[in-house]
């Protein structure tokens, strides 16, 4: 697969460009010169093994860890090296692998929590009822604490929670780890639809089938580095991949 950039990618503007990303953890290298894009109105998946370097892209992309060499920007604007939350006020929401929400307080809780940046009460009660539109199981759980959900319920909540903060870029990290299939197949149709309604998603998935299904554009990550990008369709057509990622 050839490396093609963004804008070239249906005419798509970039809206996260990562170039030449390294990250370490003290003596361990985790990447070395990972460089991708995601365009306005993309889904973007991030594929590989488990130990590939995935979730430590988009801890470098969200700020949660430092890069020790590389450019990244949101909307134009360099962030590497901004904490998450300078990272949230440009654009940009992380639902980390584990969901990271908070188990002791309510559904409703959480969300507000998700807005902690925005003075615009009533867009923000707009915003949760648009979350319970998209996630009608959380608006019957609204009054329950995190913690007493099924898993299921709490990957619903992880990205509901991150969209409260009206994102242009929404990084989620292994949203089907640990699902039962029938709500794998629900959550992901609902990220089809947020991303249909304006919001650009990279994603890191173990399933390689469902990530390349969803998504516009894809990379393949193998022990810290970029080896193969292209099409997500394509990719899934692809031999090497079926056979590497698909168990084929």
Do not use: C, W
Request: glycine letters at 12%; charged letters at 20%; proline letters at 4%.
């Amino acid at each position: 697969m050839s490396a093609e950039t963004t804008t070239g990618r249906a005419g798509r503007e970039a809206l996260l460009e990562v170039k030449d990303l390294h990250v370490a953890y003290g003596a361990i290298t985790a990447l070395t010169g990972v460089s991708l894009s995601v365009g306005r109105g993309e889904i973007v998946a991030l594929i590989g093994a488990n130990g590939a370097g995935k979730t430590s892209t988009l801890r470098a992309v969200s700020g949660m860890l430092k890069p020790k060499q590389g450019q990244i920007t949101l909307g134009g604007k360099a962030i590497a090296g901004k904490k998450s939350h300078e990272l949230v006020p440009l654009g940009m929401a992380h639902a980390p692998e584990g969901r990271g929400i908070f188990l002791n307080l309510t559904v409703d809780e959480n969300l507000t929590l998700g807005a902690y940046l925005r003075r615009d009460s009533d867009a923000i009660e707009a915003d949760r009822e648009h979350a319970f539109s998209l996630f009608p199981r959380l608006r019957e759980r609204r009054e329950q604490r995190a913690g007493t959900l099924s898993g299921g319920e709490q990957q619903m909540l992880a990205v509901a929670r991150a969209l409260m903060s009206r994102p242009s870029l929404l990084l989620l990290d292994e949203p089907s780890l640990g699902l039962a299939p029938q709500v794998i197949e629900k959550i992901f149709a609902i990220l089809r639809t947020v991303n249909e309604q304006g919001v650009s998603i990279l994603l890191v998935e173990q399933n390689a089938h469902l990530a390349l299904g969803i998504s516009h554009h894809a990379y393949v990550l193998e022990t810290g580095a970029i080896v193969m990008e292209g099409p997500g369709r394509e990719l899934l057509a692809s031999p090497e991949i079926r056979k590497a990622y698909l168990g084929e």
